[in-house]
C-alpha cells in the first residue's frame, strides 16, 4: 500500500449559516492522480484551498506529509508549502512580470540560490513544459492561454514539489490544446512520480490522468475509487455525470488506460473508500 500524503479527517466547512463540507474523509496516497469533481458550489476548491492551509475548516484538521497543518508552526508550514506546487485556475500569472520573472520568484524567495543557477533553473523549467527559451522574455498578456498554462505549470515545479494541485487545468483550451496540456501533465507525473490532486469537471481529462476520483455533492463525498468504479454508483449526480456517449466513452478510455499504462508511482490503491 502507498503512503498517505494528504489526509483530511472529519472536516467541516462553513460559511455563516451555509454548510459546506460535512464530515469530509479522504486520504491522498503518494505517486498518484486523485481528481476532484462535483457540482458549481459543491465546495471542491474550496477543499483544494485547506489542502494547501489557504483556508481553515470550521472542524476536523488536514495533515500533509504527517503533519497537521493547522497545528504546525510558521517555519514548519512555510518547509510543508515549499514541498508543494499550485497551478491556479487560469494560470494567475503575475501580469507585470516577464515569463523568466514569473518563473524565478518562487527560487528567489529561499534567498539561497545564486542569480545564474536561477536562470539556468527557469530555462530548464521552461523546455520541461515544452516552452522555448526565446519567450522566456516575454508578458503574460503576449502568450496564448496555452503558453500561460505551461509557464504556470513551470512556475508550479520551481521548487521540486512532490505534491501538485491543479485547479482546472484544461479549463478555457481548445480541443487540441487539451490534449496536449494532459498529455505533458501525464509524461511529467511518470517522470516526476509526483502526488497530484486536480479538480475538473472535464471528462476527457479526468479519464487521460485519475487514478481515482472523489465525488462531492450534498455537502459530503459520496464516492471515492476508480473512475470504472465511481461510475457504476447509483446516485443521481454520478449517473447525470457520466451519462450519454461522451461519459461512457470517458469511461472506457479511463480503463483501457489502466489496463494498458498502470500508474508505476503507486502500489496497492485502494479499489474503494468508505465515505
Not at 160 to 186: C, H, I, K, N, Y
Not at 195 to 210: G, K, N
Not at 246 to 270: D, I, M, S
Request: glycine share 8%; with cysteine; net charge neutral.
Amino acid at each position: 500500500m502507498s503512503e498517505p500524503v494528504i489526509e483530511v479527517r472529519n472536516l467541516w466547512t462553513r460559511f455563516g449559516r451555509q454548510i459546506v463540507h460535512r464530515d469530509i474523509n479522504l486520504t491522498v496516497y503518494r505517486g498518484e492522480i486523485l481528481a476532484l469533481v462535483g457540482g458549481s458550489g459543491s465546495g471542491k476548491t474550496t477543499l483544494l484551498r485547506q489542502m494547501l492551509g489557504l483556508e481553515r475548516p470550521g472542524r476536523g484538521e488536514v495533515c500533509v506529509f504527517g503533519k497537521s497543518l493547522h497545528k504546525s508552526d510558521p517555519d514548519e508550514l512555510l518547509k510543508l508549502r515549499r514541498r508543494s506546487g499550485v497551478l491556479f485556475q487560469e494560470g494567475a500569472l503575475f501580469s507585470a512580470l516577464t515569463v523568466f520573472d514569473n518563473i524565478a520568484l518562487p527560487m528567489r524567495e529561499l534567498r539561497t540560490l545564486e542569480e545564474d543557477f536561477i536562470r539556468d533553473l527557469v530555462l530548464f523549467k521552461l523546455q520541461s513544459v515544452g516552452i522555448e527559451a526565446k519567450h522566456a522574455s516575454k508578458m503574460p498578456a503576449e502568450l496564448s492561454g496555452g503558453m500561460v498554462k505551461r509557464v504556470a505549470l513551470a512556475r508550479a515545479l520551481a521548487l521540486e514539489p512532490e505534491l501538485l494541485f491543479l485547479d482546472e487545468p484544461t479549463a478555457g483550451l481548445d480541443p487540441d490544446r487539451s490534449e496536449s496540456f494532459v498529455q505533458l501533465l501525464r509524461g511529467l507525473h511518470r517522470e516526476l512520480c509526483l502526488t497530484v490532486v486536480m479538480v475538473t469537471h472535464d471528462l476527457d481529462t479526468l479519464a487521460a490522468l485519475a487514478d481515482r476520483v472523489a465525488v462531492l455533492c450534498e455537502q459530503k463525498l459520496i464516492a471515492v475509487g476508480p473512475v470504472r468504479e465511481v461510475a457504476q454508483n447509483a446516485h443521481q449526480f454520478i449517473c447525470n455525470f457520466f451519462q450519454g456517449e461522451r461519459g461512457r466513452r470517458a469511461v472506457e478510455a479511463a480503463v483501457k488506460r489502466e489496463q494498458e499504462q498502470p500508474n508505476a508511482c503507486v502500489a496497492g490503491l485502494p479499489e474503494k473508500q468508505g465515505v
